[in-house]
């Protein structure tokens, strides 16, 4: 028998509820019963040892155990006593993981490009870890102080003004004015706050917009390599992947003329400026032509700008959204390359009737936005301190992209090609055949460095022996050092080690 002491925290009786005493005494009796705490066949104490173990009336306990034998928990036996009853067997009663809300799910498998994510949360803990992300900026350079300021006197203008009583229309919408100023000076599109919607990042811009324009079957064209969330997006959805090969001038365009006589082709998604991840640029007759096959196929253009602002090499390509005859490209931006990734600030640029759609399935979603955030980002935009930021900024990532390219010839030598891009943070690098790019990304963990495998930016998981290394996160000191343990990664040894972990 369980001991006499323990009767009470045994059966997590309650004595705050409102029911009365038996029932609550009953109920915890089959909560013991469910969760295994009380077994079948367990004696119980009689109704005078119970009621004093309890501090309760007799009667009480009479009750209680009444109830539970009414419902088949208890049964009693004479002159031997009561007992839970020993036919409830282990198959019979939930354990406490079968007592849980598990509702049947789609059974969906992740990208790899997802499932390393694993891997990077695992050594974020790790002293001295060091990641070849995709390119994104480096957060220790942000003007601390400036934004600090426009914080305070943002949150300081919403408490006076009490507009965050009414959410984050007032305030969205002078973000978007801002933003519109900016696309208008800086890349030539011809737009208003009223062509703008706000989101909380690239990803769900593009979620909302493809959700907005696919249904299920719908053809969709992307390159043959590609931003994994994309595509996983528009599977998601329903639609069915066509690729299109890429080559020194971008997208094959020819390829998007036969395939589009070959299917009926609903949209195309790109990164033109800086092609993702192999960052060359789509050059000018193609983007042409390209419009041209939009207007004559009747599809839709889903360009995704994501890092317009680090251009180095001349002036840089003006977005397709900018041709004034085009009515066809959908332009999605952030401002997430440029603060880093804490600020979550994504935008899509469309015509005004697709913008309303957008804001309704945006505010299902999201509801008020960050007010504060947003009066902070459009007073950092029309004070030019946006800027300031991206030309202090700028010449800092150019060094730090010289000193990858020299810590990899200096490592690697003829056994690599390393294209040197118009822009961008991060260099699309292609190994010979004497190293296995797959094999060097899983020792690289070894190593303590996280690097992503070029396969990963297949959409049909096509080997590619490529690696795509985001520089501007790291100082020109871990460059080097992380330009060190992607050497040792790649020799044989350490390929040898990876097989036999």
């Known amino acids: 028998m369980v001991q006499m002491r323990k009767w009470r925290p045994l059966l997590k009786l309650d004595d705050s509820a409102s029911q009365a005493s038996y029932r609550r005494i009953a109920e915890g009796l089959v909560t013991a019963i469910v969760e295994g705490r009380l077994l079948p066949g367990t004696l119980l104490p009689g109704t005078r040892e119970m009621a004093q173990l309890l501090d309760v009336n007799r009667k009480t306990v009479i009750l209680a155990y009444e109830e539970a034998m009414t419902k088949g928990w208890l049964v ?91 959410g984050s229309e007032g305030t969205g919408y002078h973000l978007r004015c801002a933003l519109a100023e900016m696309l208008r000076n800086n890349r030539g599109l011809t737009v208003s706050a009223e062509n703008i919607c706000l989101t909380q990042g ?8 493809a959700s907005l324009l696919l249904k299920p079957g719908d053809v969709v064209l ?42 009926k082709v609903r949209m195309i998604y790109l990164t033109p400026h800086h092609q993702f991840p192999t ?53 999605v931006g952030s401002l997430s390359k440029v603060l880093g990734s804490t600020f979550r600030c994504s935008y899509v640029v469309a ?27 459009a007073d950092l935009i029309n004070d030019g301190e946006l800027k300031k930021h991206l030309r202090r900024v700028s010449k800092e990532y150019r060094a730090r992209r010289e000193t990858l390219q020299d810590c990899l010839q200096a ?39 996280v690097v992503r495998s070029g396969r990963q930016f297949s959409p049909m998981d096509q080997a590619e022996n490529a690696l795509r290394l985001g520089f501007a996160s790291l100082n020109q000191q871990e460059i080097r050092e992380a330009t060190l343990r992607l050497a040792k990664a790649a020799s044989p040894r350490a390929h040898k080690n990876a097989d036999h972990r």
């Open 76 to 166: 009693s036996e004479p002159r031997r006593g009561t007992f839970v009853n020993a036919q409830l067997t282990a198959k019979q009663l939930p354990s406490r993981a079968q007592a849980s809300f598990a509702p049947p799910i789609l059974a969906q498998t992740a990208a790899p490009y997802f499932a390393q994510n694993a891997q990077v949360t695992a050594l974020n803990h790790r002293h001295g870890a060091l990641f070849f992300d995709n390119g994104t900026s480096d957060h220790r350079l942000l003007p601390q102080a400036v934004l600090h300021r426009y914080y305070r006197n943002a949150l300081r203008s919403s408490f006076a003004s009490n507009t965050l009583r009414y």
């Open 202 to 209: 690239t990803q769900m811009s593009l979620y909302l917009t």
């Open 222 to 263: 992307v390159e043959r390599l590609s931003y994994p969330p994309a595509w996983e997006i528009f599977r998601r959805l329903g639609a069915q992947l066509v690729t299109v090969d890429i080559d020194e001038e971008g997208c094959r365009t020819d390829q998007i003329d036969y395939l589009c006589r070959e299917h």
């Open 279 to 331: 960052t060359v640029s789509l050059h000018a007759a193609r983007r042409q032509q390209l419009l041209a096959l939009a207007a004559l196929h009747d599809f839709c253009i889903i360009e995704e700008d994501y890092d317009h602002e680090f251009h180095f090499s001349g002036r840089p390509y003006l977005p397709l959204a900018s041709d004034r005859a085009q009515r066809h490209v959908i332009y």
């Open 351 to 377: 015509p005004t009737q697709v913008i309303e759609a957008l804001h309704r399935n945006a505010a299902l979603m999201l509801g008020d936005a960050d007010a504060v955030a947003q009066k902070m980002l």
């Open 411 to 449: 490592a690697f030598g003829d056994r690599i090609q390393v294209r040197e891009p118009e822009g961008g943070l991060a260099l699309w690098v292609r190994f010979d055949d004497t190293i296995d790019v797959d094999q060097t990304v899983n020792a690289a963990l070894d190593h303590g460095l």
